[in-house]
């Protein structure tokens, strides 16, 4: 492919970023929004949402993908089969928790995931439960442990940190809110209740 081919396609794959960006922002206001408000919040043409995506599913569907990869990617970079597991497990999870701050509205959608997304879902469930086998083997979790239910209760942990309202006590309204905005913060509670418990957290 010359560089003017490189180039268009650069060009594509930049307008369908800023559509779909555009699409969750919009949609997480107005679940009903038409594609040209979404075209009017990416700054493009209506014909060119209609260019790139068939139909309003089409959009969802491009959504969800992106979102997966993008966990995925964040998970990725936490080093998840190298990097000591206590630290890749804490980095992939606030990694998580940024990406999914971001796409609140497409995954949490009460719909049944499009073929290629639950492709990308289950190279992530893959990276994960690799991260806790991992974790066992070193120590960090006891060698009895059951790693199917481990694994489903840091994904149930993991979405009600990143998903989940929590609510702001009266007497310490702001220290609850920097916690509920903080990945890290948020990232060393939810392992922290997964190894110890709630009995094992500090105000």
């Given at each position: 492919m010359g560089t003017t081919g490189r180039r268009l396609r650069a060009d594509a794959e930049r307008s369908i970023r800023a559509i779909v960006v555009a699409a969750e922002e919009v949609f997480s206001r107005n679940p009903a929004a038409t594609m040209e408000q979404i075209a009017e919040e990416a700054g493009v043409a209506r014909t060119t949402i209609?260019?790139?995506?068939?139909?309003r599913e089409a959009l969802l569907e491009a959504m969800e993908v992106t979102?997966?990869?993008?966990?995925?990617?964040?998970?990725?970079?936490?080093?998840?089969?190298?990097?000591?597991?206590?630290?890749?497990?804490?980095?992939?999870?606030?990694?998580?928790?940024?990406?999914?701050?971001?796409?609140?509205?497409?995954?949490?959608?009460?719909?049944?995931?499009?073929?290629?997304?639950?492709?990308?879902?289950?190279?992530?469930?893959?990276?994960?439960?690799?991260?806790?086998?991992?974790?066992?083997?070193?120590?960090?979790?006891?060698?009895?442990?059951?790693?199917?239910?481990?694994?489903?209760?840091?994904?149930?942990?993991?979405?009600?940190?990143?998903?989940?309202?929590?609510?702001?006590?009266?007497?310490?309204?702001?220290?609850?809110?920097?916690t509920s905005d903080d990945p890290d913060l948020l990232a060393a509670r939810v392992l922290g209740t997964l190894l110890h418990g709630v009995t094992g957290l500090r105000d």
């Amino acid at each position: 492919m010359g560089t003017t081919g490189r180039r268009l396609r650069a060009d594509a794959e930049r307008s369908i970023r800023a559509i779909v960006v555009a699409a969750e922002e919009v949609f997480s206001r107005n679940p009903a929004a038409t594609m040209e408000q979404i075209a009017e919040e990416a700054g493009v043409a209506r014909t060119t949402i209609h260019r790139r995506f068939a139909s309003r599913e089409a959009l969802l569907e491009a959504m969800e993908v992106t979102a997966w990869q993008e966990i995925g990617d964040a998970i990725d970079a936490a080093r998840p089969y190298t990097a000591p597991p206590q630290v890749a497990l804490h980095e992939a999870t606030a990694n998580v928790l940024r990406i999914k701050f971001g796409w609140r509205f497409t995954l949490t959608r009460p719909v049944p995931l499009s073929e290629q997304a639950r492709t990308i879902q289950a190279e992530v469930m893959a990276k994960c439960a690799a991260a806790f086998t991992r974790a066992r083997e070193s120590g960090m979790l006891p060698s009895t442990t059951d790693l199917s239910w481990t694994q489903r209760a840091y994904l149930a942990l993991l979405s009600e940190a990143a998903h989940g309202s929590t609510g702001q006590p009266e007497s310490n309204p702001g220290k609850d809110q920097e916690t509920s905005d903080d990945p890290d913060l948020l990232a060393a509670r939810v392992l922290g209740t997964l190894l110890h418990g709630v009995t094992g957290l500090r105000d």
